[in-house]
């Protein structure tokens, strides 16, 4: 029944822009059917002529976990079930700031969003998949979550929290045809980085081996071999995309 990933059911969260939509894009190629998060409505509406296969648009505040449940809900009942969730929704919140200079709302807003919305979209949606006995979530973490950003605890933080939240999960699920993995990008060329000092992007940078970011077509294509029926035996696990940045 889950040998391919055509016409599979997916939620991608975060999928109006960057890296989300990529993602959306490349499953929509191989004809899913989504179910696409964000709480930006207009920009959800202005994608949605992008897509062929058969889409639902829900505009999704994911720190709201009624909202989430509620949007959850309404796709899992409308397409029948769901079969994969992945958390790209994400915020970069104040950057190049040490520590001493972070207050705590910047850091809460950071969790709220980077952790606790892939918490809630996850808590949602594993009764479908478990109801099911089959599903796949990724979790979109961050290179950042391994090794630390200075100028970037709140991202970073937030990020090292996701991958934790992978190990359990996948741990948690492993008997029951569920695999929750997590995927660490270094620098990916997105829209994301508009709100990043230059000087912050340099450090970044200077720290990958290929000296260059990703791009959204390579970090797209690892999310739909993670998600796909064919890796099977990998649950709990931190792919990396970093140009060589981390080998461990």
Sequence with gaps: MHDK???SVAIVTGAASGLGLAIAKKLAQCKLRLALFDSNEELLL???P???TEVKLYAVDVTSEHAVKKAIDEAGNH???IDILINSAGV???TNIKSHEVEYADLKSVFDVNFTGSFFTSKQVLPWMLKNNYGRILHIASIAGKEGNA????YSASKAAVIAMAKVQGKEYAECNITINALAPAVIKTPFLEDIPPEQIKYMTDKIPMKRCGTLEEAASMAVFIISPENSFCTGFTFDLSGGRATY
């Design 151 to 154: 100028g970037m605890l709140a």
């Design 50 to 52: 992008l897509f062929q």
């Design 5 to 7: 990933l055509e016409d």
């Design 92 to 94: 970069t919140g104040k």
């Design 79 to 81: 397409f029948g079930s």
């Design 46 to 48: 202005r994608i949605k």
